[in-house]
């Protein structure tokens, strides 16, 4: 159902936050809906392209955030292309990026409060949220009480795919008829590669959900 809100969708060019976009579309309508990306010296640069591509193929509007300063005070796997990235069967992933999402989420409701919107998507999920604990609820819920009390404005911070693991992310594409556009078009490889490398932690959890959920649609 069309609302007659606006809707600020933080995309990377990703799966999940595409599928976010999609769904915002959906919901709000294509005019309602911006996106904001943030730039900060991620080695998967590819998806910035992607995110450019695929706003620009949406026809909806994205600003792109420059948050590099993020390489001048810490260090992680995930900007740094001379480290091999490992998943640790105990402790963080030698991805995680201190900070990130809440300085994502910060810069969002700035931007968004700006442009008068309300509502601030992200495609957080702690499902199959490779043990980064900024994508977990408490965490969310816990920026929005503090953004609100913050600049003194009622966010909204959804996220649709909070309990959803990969193959219902997957499933969700499908039921609003994307599920090859988000295929072909999203990057999630943490190592940059095309079409994903098939090794790193980011590729094996797309590539398994995809297939368990093709493996239940196939059955039904």
């Given at each position: 159902m069309k609302q007659d809100t606006e809707a600020l969708v933080i995309f990377s060019g990703g799966q999940d936050s595409t599928t976010c976009l999609l769904q915002a579309i959906a919901t709000y309508g294509r005019e309602n809906v911006q996106t904001i990306t943030f730039q900060y010296g991620q080695r998967h640069a590819i998806e910035l392209e992607k995110a450019?591509?695929?706003a620009q193929d949406l026809g909806v509007a994205q600003t792109v955030i420059d948050l590099s300063l993020l390489q001048s005070i810490t260090h992680n796997a995930l900007m740094d292309e001379q480290q091999v990235v490992e998943a640790p069967t105990a402790g963080l992933p030698n991805t995680f990026v201190d900070g990130r999402?809440?300085?994502?989420?910060?810069?969002?409701a700035i931007f968004a409060k700006g442009k008068g919107?309300?509502?601030?998507?992200?495609?957080?999920c702690e499902t199959d949220f490779s043990g980064y604990p900024d994508c977990?609820?408490?965490?969310?819920?816990?920026?929005?009480?503090?953004?609100?009390?913050a600049m003194?404005?009622?966010?909204?911070?959804i996220t649709p795919l909070m309990y959803l693991d990969k193959a219902q992310t997957w499933s969700l594409a499908d039921e609003l008829g994307y599920l090859d556009?988000?295929?072909?078009?999203?990057?999630?490889?943490y190592n940059g590669?095309?079409?994903?490398?098939?090794?790193?932690?980011?590729?094996v959890l797309r590539e398994r959900g995809l297939q368990t959920y093709l493996a239940q649609k196939a059955v039904i």
């Open positions: 450019r591509w695929i999402n809440a300085l994502f989420l910060l810069y969002a919107i309300h509502d601030v998507i992200a495609g957080v977990r609820n408490v965490f969310v819920q816990s920026m929005n009480v503090t953004l609100n009390l003194d404005y009622e966010f909204r911070l556009y988000v295929r072909n078009h999203t990057h999630t490889c590669v095309e079409g994903g490398c098939g090794e790193c932690p980011s590729c």
